[in-house]
């Protein structure tokens, strides 16, 4: 099995077959090689519609979920991005490809320091690597226009909101440890509003605030 036919059926069957819908995301998804942001043992599985290890029991998200967190950001080419649970670099991959500049967290150094090396060979660079606990946000960059987790919270961390910007969207997985909805939170008028996207299961955000 080659890895372009892989990337292919992916793209057609478990995202446009599955309703992404938006070009760019689907562009960006064409383009960024997954099989360089996991090990050697899972390069046969780089384009499975699944989640796959990647040390620290820690985990690469599903194309197919990577795809619609990405598509639920509205991304148009110039907005900063606050991104927490870095993981493998993949997603960050993605969200460089779309966005003006993107910071983002991981708890993990060893993870940290792996997405880095791999983001760097890819040559990308508007991505800022920080090892510290997401559940904080970086007060530092913020206002952020969008922001985007990838580990499950009981609860939305007030560190977020406070830090997106107005008319910002801030996407996260929220409910308990086994299952979670992925949310969609708009901040209008400085009202926040929430929009449940879909059922997911993600590894649980770890940190002060989560
Ligand atoms: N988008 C990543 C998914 C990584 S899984 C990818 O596709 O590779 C979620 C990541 O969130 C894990 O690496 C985990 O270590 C990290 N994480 C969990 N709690 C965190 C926190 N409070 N701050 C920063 N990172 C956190």
Redesign the pocket.
Known sequence: MSLQRDKDFMLRQHLAGRGIRDARVLDAMARVPRER?IDAASQGSAYADRALP?G?E????QPYI?ALMTESLALRGDEHVL??????????AILTELAGDVVS????AQ?SQQAGRALAELDYYRAKLIV????LGWPLEAPYDRILV??AAATVPPALIEQLAPDGILIIPVGGRERQVLQAIRKVFGQMKSEAITPCR??????DA?
């Open positions: 942001f990647i620290c820690q985990t690469i998200s990577v991104e927490i649970g870095t993981g493998s670099g993949y997603q960050t967290i991981e708890r993990h993870l510290g606990d997401g559940t990838a580990a993600f590894v649980p955000l770890v940190g989560g």
